[in-house]
């Protein structure tokens, strides 16, 4: 593989909320509706109060948000 298809490998990590909201553009209220309604990736309990989002699954869910257009 060269140096440029690995730099295309995506690497898995936790997104905290505020990245979330950032990367997507939403609200926090509009971002909670939307998993509540099943179009947005859930988050996974971290521990205590904290949860996280599967930046792969954000990444992903960002793209298709382009197709769509």
Do not use: C
């Not at 990590?13 to 990736?41: A, C, D, N």
């Amino acid at each position: 593989m060269s140096t440029i298809e690995r730099q295309h490998i995506p690497t898995r990590r936790i997104l905290r909320l505020p990245e979330v909201l950032h990367l997507t553009g939403m609200s926090r209220s509009s971002l909670y509706l939307r998993i509540s309604e099943g179009k947005f990736p859930a988050q996974t309990p971290l521990g205590g109060r904290s949860v996280g989002w599967d930046s792969l699954a954000v990444e992903r869910w960002i793209k298709e948000q382009f197709n769509d257009l």
